[in-house]
Structure formats: structure tokens, C-alpha cells
């Protein structure tokens, strides 16, 4: 069965860096686009960063553009998000998902905080 597990997530202060990773399983993941996600209390899960399945395109949020880095090594079967300049707003819940017949799956989630 399809599975993600997310790692990498903790506590920093503002203007700090996290990287998360991602490692996957059960399907043929270099085929998939694989995206973050991130969902802070009281508001929507948002879309951070989305890489398609080479690795070669990549597209961000605007609130993120120019400070987190979306990844991937399939070899490894896993997709990073660097995130740095990290902000108070950054501090959430952030989530692999992979989109597979037409079907999203979720890891766990790993919390992010961002506090001074």
C-alpha cells in the first residue's frame, strides 16, 4: 500500500532553517508528481510546493517563493523541502502528498514551529 512517511520537522527560531524529507513507498514513485502541504490550526491545508516526477519543474506558493526549495531523489524514493528565512507564519503541520489515480495520499504530517 501507498505510504509516505515525513520527517525533519522541530522547532526554530525566525529566520532559521528545516529540512523535511518525505520517504515513500508502494508505488512506482519516480512516475508521480509529489507536493507539500501545510495546514496551520484553524485554517485550510494550503499547497507549499509541488515537483513533478523528474525532479525538473517545480512550482511554489507565493508566501514561500524565494526561501523553500522542493526536491526529490528517486533513487531514494523521497522528496525534501529545505526551508529557509523561516517566519512565525511558516509554523504548522506540513504534509507529503502524492496524487495516484486520481486518489491524494496523506503521511502523518511533521510540525513545524517557528518561535522567538
Known amino acids: 500500500q501507498v505510504q509516505l512517511v515525513e520527517s525533519g520537522g522541530g522547532l526554530d527560531q525566525p529566520g532559521g532553517s528545516l529540512r523535511l524529507s518525505c520517504v515513500a513507498s508502494?508505488?512506482?514513485?519516480?512516475?508521480?508528481?509529489m507536493s507539500w502541504y501545510r495546514q496551520s490550526p484553524g485554517k485550510e491545508r494550503e499547497l507549499v510546493a509541488v515537483i513533478n516526477y523528474r525532479g525538473i519543474n517545480t512550482n511554489y506558493a507565493d508566501s514561500v517563493k524565494g526561501r523553500f526549495t522542493i526536491s526529490r531523489d528517486n533513487g531514494k524514493n523521497t522528496v525534501f523541502l529545505q526551508m529557509n528565512s523561516l517566519t512565525l507564519e511558516d509554523t504548522a503541520v506540513y504534509f507529503c502528498?502524492?496524487?495516484?489515480?486520481?486518489?491524494?495520499?496523506w503521511g502523518q504530517g511533521t510540525q513545524v514551529t517557528v518561535s522567538s
Open positions: 502528498n502524492a496524487r495516484i489515480g486520481g486518489i491524494d495520499y
Open positions: 508502494g508505488f512506482a514513485f519516480s512516475s508521480y508528481r
